[in-house]
């Protein structure tokens, strides 16, 4: 089996401090978090900022300020959230990769209700003009599933040439509106996958570790985070997003997989180009 790949989410766009102290909220914070994923295994981190008063923001300097601090600690492989903020305008979605560059971006490849509480947004529109700002700057897609008809949604994007091959898809189980955590369900999805896709699952919350250790057996990446998951096992809150990381590297060592460095996920994935000497 392919050497796996560790991606850890640290902060997404809703839980704060209130409910665990140890996501890191701040771009330092996000930074140091960031570089103690890499020392546990992570070869990718997913990032979203905060703002000052702790909510989502698509901020640019925000994310061009942590992905500095990163740059300067490691060679981690950026992935920049695209959907950071709520009701953001398109371009306010994408400006920030066309100043940074990371080698990695979600792509949320379909409009879904969201936690039962608004309608997470990517129109036809939006997903044609990112597709169109990742080939032009050279940033992969990472293509984000929450359901079936996203992954189908995929293969018109790629058919039409908006995501270029071998694409990769993270699988997101569990949203509430998405689809449902259970191990037939990734099992599923996997199977509609295009033959060279590389991929990658998580489930949200309690379905974490069932969607862990399938994910591990059938040869798929995976993400770990405080982003899906405040709690590192019933009732008991995650010390870091660290700690994740290394319950992760210890499942996929157990079962007999190596843990890829950030450079042999960049050959995974196809960013070869990008590969650097250890810490940049
Ligand atoms: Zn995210």
């Given at each position: 089996m392919e050497k796996m790949i560790i991606s850890?989410?640290?902060?997404?766009?809703?839980?704060?401090?209130?409910?665990?102290?140890?996501?890191?909220?701040?771009?330092?914070?996000i930074a140091e978090d960031a570089y103690r994923c890499w020392n546990a295994g992570a070869s990718v981190v997913h990032l979203?900022?905060?703002?000052?008063?702790?909510?989502?923001?698509?901020?640019?300097?925000?994310?061009?300020?942590?992905?500095?601090?990163?740059?300067?600690?490691c060679n981690l492989i950026l992935n920049l959230t695209t959907s950071g903020e709520l009701g953001a305008s398109d371009e306010r979605?994408?400006?920030?990769?066309?100043?940074?560059?990371?080698?990695?971006?979600?792509?949320?490849c379909g409009s879904m209700n969201w936690m039962?509480?608004?309608?997470?947004?990517?129109?036809?529109?939006?997903l044609e003009k990112l597709g169109q700002v990742?080939?032009?700057?050279?940033?992969?897609?990472?293509?984000?599933?929450?359901?079936?008809?996203?992954?189908y949604n995929a293969l018109y994007y790629i058919q039409k040439g908006y995501i270029l091959k071998p694409p990769y898809f993270q699988l997101c189980l569990g949203a509430p509106g998405g689809t449902?955590?259970?191990?037939?369900?990734?099992?599923?999805?996997?199977?509609?996958?295009?033959?060279?896709?590389?991929?990658?699952?998580?489930?949200?919350?309690?379905?974490?570790?069932?969607?862990?250790?399938?994910?591990?057996?059938?040869?798929?990446?995976v993400r770990v985070g405080m982003e899906d998951n405040i709690y590192y096992s019933k009732g008991v809150l995650a010390e870091s997003n660290a700690q994740l990381v290394e319950r992760a590297a210890r499942a996929g060592r157990e079962f007999g997989r190596e843990i890829a460095t950030p450079n042999e996920?960049?050959?995974?994935?196809?960013?070869?180009q990008k590969e650097t000497n250890g810490v940049i």
């Open positions: 850890a989410a640290l902060t997404g766009a809703w839980p704060t401090k209130q409910h665990n102290p140890n996501i890191p909220m701040t771009p330092e914070e979203h900022m905060r703002d000052e008063y702790g909510a989502g923001t698509m901020d640019k300097e925000r994310f061009s300020q942590t992905t500095s601090l990163i740059r300067e600690k979605r994408y400006e920030h990769l066309i100043e940074i560059k990371p080698e990695l971006a979600s792509y949320d039962h509480i608004g309608v997470f947004l990517n129109t036809p529109q939006f990742m080939i032009e700057n050279d940033i992969k897609p990472e293509i984000e599933c929450f359901d079936t008809g996203m992954v449902v955590a259970e191990i037939e369900n990734l099992v599923f999805m996997k199977n509609l996958l295009p033959k060279n896709a590389k991929w990658s699952a998580f489930g949200i919350g309690s379905t974490h570790m069932p969607i862990l250790y399938t994910t591990i057996a059938l040869g798929g990446h996920a960049r050959k995974i994935l196809g960013l070869e």
